[in-house]
Nanobody, 121 residues
Framework: QVQLVESGGGLVQAGGSLRLSCAAS????????MGWFRQAPGKEREYVAA????????YYADSVKGRFTISRDNAKNTLYLQMNRLKPEDTAAYYC??????????????WGQGTQVTVSS
């Protein structure tokens, strides 16, 4: 079991930046990939980005490609999401997740509590 705790959310103006962090503990060595998802009020949870622990291969949703960067510090067991050029439509609760299988969306099986990101226009 992997425990995940997000931080770094907040209120920012459109065009601004935020960096989210996710501290992982527990059986992190068994995690194949880590990812970020988001959910806006009244909408379904949406995949944002993923990164494999081995090799550091990254994957992004088209809506954030070129603006968001996912990274991880293996020594600190910490995942990051650097969000630049934020837009009001990026407003959502952002969740950190871990996968014990692959980086595919359906394989993420451990979740954090979420951190709120609000982008004002």
């Amino acid at each position: 079991q992997v425990q995940l705790v997000e931080s770094g959310g907040g209120l920012v103006q459109a065009g601004g930046s935020l960096r989210l962090s996710c501290a992982a503990s527990g059986r992190t060595f068994s995690s194949y990939a880590m990812g970020w998802f988001r959910q806006a009020p009244g909408k379904e949870r949406e995949y944002v980005a993923a990164i494999t622990w081995i090799g550091g291969f990254t994957y992004y949703a088209d809506s954030v490609k070129g603006r968001f960067t996912i990274s991880r510090d293996n020594a600190k067991n910490t995942l990051y999401l650097q969000m630049n050029r934020l837009k009001p439509e990026d407003t959502a609760a952002y969740y950190c997740a871990a996968s014990s299988k692959t980086q595919r969306v359906e394989d993420f099986d451990s979740w954090g509590q979420g951190t709120q990101v609000t982008v004002s226009s």
